[in-house]
Structure formats: structure tokens, C-alpha cells
């Protein structure tokens, strides 16, 4: 299973999902098993570099996304079928 990270903004329940990608970690805002918004990527190179030099550029774009949409700058899709979106992979709890 990927990082998942709660989020509650405006009496939603949602999370930041980390998920591999082709060469990259994407960062995914997510509801109700529902992918609603891809929020960032970090390539494979990037993340590897920044742990040699003891940082973690994963988590420092998790906590700028964060942020983000708890100050709202970041505007958040509706989850639901009419709302499209991709539904999130099994591996991620929703339970």
C-alpha cells in the first residue's frame, strides 16, 4: 500500500495518497475511494537524490500540498460518479 495521509477541510474527509508512477511518486488528493485531483509529482531521481542528502522531497511537497488546501488555494473536485475522477487502486483504505 502507498503513504495515505487524512485530511479534513470543510467537513470532508480526505487524504493525500503517494503512489508510484512511471518514474515518478505522484501525490493524489482522494475521497470516498475516489482519485479527485492529482496535486504533484516527484521523479524517481529527485526523491533518491534528496535522500542521499538526508531531505525527503516526498514529504516536503505532501506538507505544500497540506498546507495549501488548508488555506484553500488548492481548489478540491467533488467526489461521485458524476464527478469522473479515477477510482484509487486497492491498495489504498478506505475502511
Known amino acids: 500500500m502507498g503513504r495515505q495521509f487524512p ?3 470543510a467537513e470532508r474527509r ?3 495518497c503517494v503512489m508510484p508512477a ?3 511518486w505522484e501525490l493524489w488528493l482522494c475521497e470516498r475511494g475516489r482519485r ?3 496535486a504533484g509529482t516527484v521523479a524517481m531521481d529527485e526523491a533518491i537524490q534528496s535522500w542521499r542528502l538526508g531531505a525527503d522531497a516526498v514529504a516536503a511537497l505532501r506538507q505544500k500540498v497540506i498546507d495549501q488546501v ?3 488555494e488548492t481548489d478540491i473536485p467533488r467526489a461521485g460518479p458524476e464527478a469522473g475522477g479515477f477510482t484509487c487502486p ?3 483504505d478506505w475502511s
Open 7 to 9: 485530511l479534513a477541510v
Open 14 to 16: 480526505l487524504k493525500l
Open 22 to 24: 512511471d518514474e515518478c
Open 36 to 38: 479527485l485531483k492529482l
Open 70 to 72: 488548508q488555506r484553500g
Open 90 to 92: 486497492a491498495r489504498c
